[in-house]
């Protein structure tokens, strides 16, 4: 450190991440920078005309019906530090990684995804301590079974990262305009992150379907996760639904996300040479 | 979550692969060739009922083919054993390895 610069308990911890994240990234990480360069690449998502302006800040009293949908949304999010199912998962990552990586630059690119979700892990902790201390410290494993469907295969770990945090991100995307402030002061660097976790999977399923064994891979295992990736916005009719955009924790439902997701994705694997399966095969929540 | 998880050990069993002990605090299991004890993968114990086995039975060609599977070609066996009609008609359908 330079004289005069600032104490070293002055810089904020989030800026110490981004500082030497200027270092040492793998393979042209983050891999959102190319997705951004030329706009939004996501959609925004309208709330319906004159629904009520609710605001909410850390400290303020939150309605009981709102605060119960807040934390919902939480659970099932689930990237918190003092979530041990959700560290627990990371574990599993680095695991399929070390057995079926393909190169040493995927398992690079694979720790730079991990480095990501701990720094959402110590920012939807913070978040969570000023919610609720106790939930902040729940042990919360993922319930949908997206998460827990066999990854066998480089491709499969491929398909979790391009569907299954796309989900993330566009979610994200909408949180951009949540009435609870700390969840959209957040919402932009998970969001962009999302978008770049998902990049990374992309990418891993271009490689592997360059050739015609890959993919016919790819294609067969689509089956299994295109349903579970339209499954993990929930029920169009679900009674939740409207709730949470009447409080301003979403802005649409979830057929109309789910809908949105469903074009941006289709566009993407019709690009790799895969045709979108139908969209009602497989699925359990319709 | 225990009859989930002697739903997959079943199912996967049928293709020669062993569900180890949980992995992350009970919720995810590693997948080992039953042939060599190699780490071929992982499942997770919050799959929907039935779904285990129709996972298994809906890759059966890949593990035929070779596409999924243990490298010293355990399952592949294994799904010669279990149905060799299908086996040859799945190793026709897939292109073959370089």
Known sequence: MTAGGPAPNDVPDLDVVDDVGRRGRAGGWPLWRQAYAQGDPLPRFAPPPGRPAYRFDEDDALPGEYRDLLLKMLRHEGERAGNKSFLGFMGTCLDLAEALSPSLEARLLKAEYLAEELKHAIMFHRLAVGLDPDFALRDVPYAHYAFHLPRETWADDAFFHFLVDLNGAFHARDWRESSYVPLAKMSATVERDEVGHSEMGYRFLQEICADARGRALAAALLAKWYPAALDMFGRSDSPNAPKFVRWGLKSVGNAEIRKAYKRYVDAKLVALGLEPPDERRHRRFL | ?98
Do not use: K
């Open chain 2, 1 to 98: 979550m225990s009859a989930i998880v002697d739903e997959i050990r079943r199912a996967y069993a049928t293709v020669g692969i062993t569900v180890d002990q949980p992995a992350a605090y009970g919720t995810y299991y590693r997948l080992l060739c039953g042939g060599c004890g190699r780490m071929v993968g992982n499942v997770g114990d919050r799959l929907l009922p039935g779904m285990a086995a129709e996972l298994v039975d809906a890759q059966f060609d890949l593990y035929a083919a070779g596409l999924l599977g243990c490298g010293c070609g355990h399952q592949r066996d294994r799904a010669r054993a279990l149905d060799p009609a299908r086996w040859t008609a799945a190793r026709a359908r897939y292109p073959e390895a370089p």
